[in-house]
């Protein structure tokens, strides 16, 4: 795409964003590359603080590094772009000094399950009253394509010219495996499901993790909104959101790849039961 198609992209764009009210949340306007998935989790997140009613004091959006990394710049409100990798513990600091505040952690594969591995596990174990939004491409976008820890066997990148030799990691299935109370996977071009999810994911009290298929149009070659979409299949109505191991083996599945809530438990979050002992103590 050549800069005077890119920049009419872009005035396109600015101007439905205008006509919108999520468009009144908006900081600056993206910098993405026109097609990226993420725009649809950013929408999301606008349509989810609008239907929630959270007001812009309210909350605050807690970014890693990567493209998915600028998330707070687009958005009117509190934010904080952390380091590579440790957007979650930046953000239970947040939640633990500041309970009424809600909390979203936005990362991306490489940043979400490669540097920054080590801090999910803690984050949904504990069940930390944060919204988690994964926003997986399979790729490290930002740095111009390299292969990532969820990027598939075979696929060619920047850093394996060759094809990857590693076996890729499913984030769903690590949520679930954490034991997160709240697990739900959706993909960038269905923006209306995404957003009803992002909502739902919100509201839920305790660690809600939102793994988001969404591609990178600029460096993924492989995995791609044409190569997700017909394997794309919805949880159906009758699907119960309460079963561990059976949400664990759809989430397994390639194909179909089930995109939905996969599990929702209410389970006292990591202040509940903090407060709990204070107040015991306090009495005793
Ligand atoms: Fe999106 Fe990829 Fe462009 Fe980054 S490089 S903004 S992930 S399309
Ligand atoms: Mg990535």
């Given at each position: 795409?050549?800069?005077?198609?890119?920049?009419?992209?872009i005035?396109?764009l600015?101007?439905?964003?205008?006509?919108?009210?999520?468009?009144?949340?908006?900081?600056?306007?993206?910098?993405?590359?026109?097609?990226?998935?993420?725009?649809?989790?950013?929408?999301?997140?606008?349509?989810?603080?609008?239907?929630?009613?959270?007001?812009?004091?309210?909350?605050?959006?807690?970014?890693?590094i990567?493209?998915?990394?600028?998330?707070?710049?687009?958005?009117?409100?509190?934010?904080?772009?952390?380091?590579?990798?440790?957007a979650?513990?930046?953000?239970?600091?947040?939640k633990?000094?500041?309970?009424?505040?809600?909390?979203?952690?936005?990362?991306?594969?490489?940043?979400?399950?490669?540097?920054?591995?080590?801090?999910?596990?803690?984050?949904?174990?504990?069940?930390?009253?944060?919204?988690?939004?994964?926003l997986?491409?399979s790729?490290?976008?930002?740095?111009?394509?390299?292969?990532?820890?969820t990027?598939?066997?075979?696929?060619?990148?920047?850093?394996?010219?060759?094809?990857?030799?590693?076996?890729?990691?499913?984030?769903?299935?690590?949520?679930?495996?954490?034991?997160?109370?709240?697990?739900?996977?959706?993909?960038?071009?269905?923006?209306?499901?995404?957003?009803?999810?992002?909502?739902?994911?919100?509201?839920?009290?305790?660690?809600?993790?939102?793994?988001?298929?969404?591609?990178?149009?600029?460096?993924?070659k492989?995995?791609?909104?044409?190569?997700?979409?017909?394997?794309?299949?919805?949880?159906?109505?009758?699907?119960?959101?309460?079963?561990?191991?059976?949400?664990?083996?759809?989430?397994?599945?390639?194909?179909?790849?089930?995109?939905?809530?996969?599990?929702?438990?209410?389970?006292?979050?990591?202040?509940?039961?903090?407060?709990e002992?204070?107040?015991?103590?306090?009495?005793?």
């Amino acid at each position: 795409m050549n800069l005077q198609s890119k920049r009419h992209v872009i005035e396109a764009l600015k101007k439905e964003q205008d006509k919108t009210k999520v468009g009144e949340m908006r900081d600056t306007l993206p910098t993405w590359c026109p097609g990226c998935g993420h725009f649809t989790a950013l929408h999301g997140l606008y349509e989810a603080v609008n239907n929630l009613n959270i007001a812009e004091k309210d909350f605050v959006v807690v970014s890693g590094i990567g493209c998915s990394g600028r998330f707070p710049f687009f958005i009117k409100g509190f934010g904080f772009h952390a380091v590579h990798g440790r957007a979650i513990p930046v953000a239970t600091g947040i939640k633990i000094a500041n309970p009424n505040l809600k909390v979203i952690v936005v990362g991306g594969d490489g940043d979400g399950v490669g540097i920054g591995g080590g801090h999910f596990p803690h984050a949904a174990r504990n069940n930390i009253d944060l919204t988690y939004l994964l926003l997986d491409n399979s790729i490290y976008g930002l740095t111009k394509g390299q292969v990532s820890p969820t990027s598939p066997i075979g696929m060619l990148s920047a850093t394996t010219p060759y094809g990857n030799i590693s076996r890729p990691i499913n984030p769903s299935t690590l949520g679930l495996a954490y034991g997160a109370t709240y697990v739900a996977r959706t993909f960038s071009k269905e923006r209306t499901y995404t957003s009803e999810i992002i909502t739902d994911a919100i509201a839920h009290k305790g660690f809600s993790f939102v793994h988001v298929l969404s591609p990178c149009v600029e460096f993924n070659k492989l995995i791609t909104y044409k190569s997700i979409d017909p394997h794309i299949k919805h949880l159906g109505e009758d699907y119960k959101s309460d079963n561990r191991a059976k949400a664990m083996e759809l989430s397994e599945s390639n194909d179909p790849i089930y995109t939905g809530i996969l599990i929702k438990e209410n389970v006292p979050t990591y202040l509940d039961r903090a407060n709990e002992i204070i107040n015991k103590l306090q009495q005793s």
